[in-house]
């Protein structure tokens, strides 16, 4: 830079980082820090968790669609010996031979069915070999804020036709007895079991629609994959986008700065040229205009002089009102300070 660091210091103008260490100012490097960690999460977690919720999805369409490929079969063939299913068997159709225990029944409250809460019926099924599987068999709207009244599951023999389900997590509210009804947050066949006082397998059966005892049937999940994959593209996009735009950052400060260098090399240079053009010309000028004043108008010696210095100090008025329209007040103004110099000698 043209301009040094005295010049700097002397019309108040701190010096200016250069280069790279413009960026190692707090701002920036906080703002480095915070790209790198958005795109370590956008890769490490955010993406893979879509991408996984993504395959769970496909994986249960899948079973879904074998599911209604096959014949039902006895759910002695599907669930083991303490009543759990392989990861690949849910959704499975087994045929439960057997009677229900509707004296033991629980209701599961606020689980909503297509966006809607609702009431879930779970009714314990008593096979004919002995062992006892919990049956969900549909549901009810809420009746006014309250639970609303369930059918009666039927008495005698029943085979019926259901889906092979996972219990769930126990990371729910603890039981509850409301309005004359044990009511759980969940289907957790543990939880049930301690409620009911029986023991139960380890998972359970969705009852199929059209089947006895069904209150109103929970519909099959439909086969749409969903945004998931593309949400985690976005993901990607993001987490390489993020880097690419700092460095576009980066380059256009750089870019600015040695703009603003040049411009004020460029100013330096025609303020240096400027003063010494002009003093060599106004001390010549001066020198015949004042002598020839006062030759032939001895009486008008300030009058001329004021006339002689008009254009000089037109012309760096001039260029003081364009150096500041342009600048504003952040470049020192060489040309008026020339300007007051030649004022002041007379």
């Excluded at 603003?260 to 000028?285: I, N």
């Amino acid at each position: 830079m043209a301009v040094s660091s005295t010049g700097e210091r002397r019309y108040g103008r701190a010096p200016q980082k250069k280069g790279w260490r413009t960026f190692l100012r707090p701002g920036w490097v906080f703002g480095v820090l915070a790209i790198i960690a958005f795109s370590y999460v956008a890769f490490t977690f955010l993406a893979p968790w879509q991408l996984s919720r993504d395959s769970t999805i496909v994986e249960r369409n899948e079973q879904i669609e074998s599911a209604f490929e096959v014949e039902p079969v006895p759910a002695e063939e599907i669930f083991d010996a303490r009543g759990s299913i392989e990861p690949g068997e849910e959704w499975a159709r087994v045929i439960l031979q057997g009677h229900y225990l509707p004296e033991d029944e629980v209701l599961m409250r606020n689980r909503p069915v297509d966006s809607s809460p609702a009431f879930h019926a779970l009714t314990p099924f008593q096979l004919n070999s002995g062992e006892v599987i919990l049956v969900n068999r549909g549901f009810n709207p809420p009746l006014e804020g309250g639970v609303p009244p369930m059918d009666t599951a039927p008495a005698g023999e029943q085979s019926i036709v259901g889906h092979a389900r996972f219990t769930e997590q126990t990371t729910m509210p603890p039981p509850i007895e409301d309005q004359g009804y044990r009511q759980v947050y969940g289907i957790n066949t543990a939880q049930i079991a301690e409620v009911t006082g029986m023991e139960l397998a380890e998972d359970y059966v969705q009852l199929a629609e059209g089947q006895d005892g069904e209150i109103n049937a929970i519909p099959v999940p439909m086969l749409d994959r969903g945004s998931h994959l593309s949400y985690a593209f976005q993901w990607i996009a993001f987490g390489i986008m993020a880097p690419l735009g700092l460095g576009y950052f980066i380059w256009a400060e750089l870019k600015e700065r040695r703009r603003v260098r040049r411009e004020e090399a460029e100013l330096a240079d025609g303020s240096t040229s400027s003063q010494q053009t002009g003093d060599s010309q106004d001390e010549e000028t001066d020198s015949d205009t004042v002598g020839a004043l006062r030759t032939t108008h001895p009486e008008n010696d300030t009058q001329g002089l004021a006339h002689a210095q008009a254009p000089t100090s037109a012309s760096s008025g001039a260029r003081a009102r364009m150096l500041h329209d342009r600048y504003g007040d952040s470049q020192p103004n060489h040309s008026r300070k020339f300007t007051n110099r030649r004022r002041e000698r007379f």
